[in-house]
């Protein structure tokens, strides 16, 4: 059974950071692409970081030097590190994994940026 299991979201103030790890299991993690999508009430959900099975990275304009994301493919773990947290960053984060046909969701984790 596959599961992506995210944490590390949370409520934090402008400026702040949190780091999201999305722990995958029941495939086998290090082919497959890893991608972080969030949320925002009232909005289309959107890809936010993607990370290759070798490593390559893409992000949305409006995280560039602000987010990383990052694999483990020892601990089967994709990370996102999120610094300089804004309000408009506020949104339930999602965990996927895609190979070819196969594609999956983790639960999402709600990230909160609010003074």
């Known amino acids: 059974q596959v599961q992506l299991v995210e944490s590390g979201g949370g409520l934090v103030q402008p400026g702040g950071s949190l780091r999201l790890s999305c722990a995958a299991s029941?495939?086998?993690?290090?082919?497959?692409?890893m991608g972080w999508y969030r949320q925002a009430p009232g909005k289309q959900r959107e890809l936010v970081a993607g990370i290759t099975d070798n490593s390559n990275t893409n992000y949305v304009d409006s995280v560039k030097g602000r987010f990383t994301i990052s694999r483990d493919n020892t601990k089967n773990t994709a990370y996102l590190q999120m610094n300089s947290l804004k309000p408009e960053d506020t949104a339930v984060y999602y965990c996927?994994?895609?190979?070819?046909?196969?594609?999956?969701w983790g639960q999402g984790t709600q990230v909160t940026v609010s003074s």
């Open positions: 996927n994994a895609r190979f070819f046909k196969y594609d999956y």
């Open positions: 029941g495939i086998n993690f290090r082919f497959y692409l």
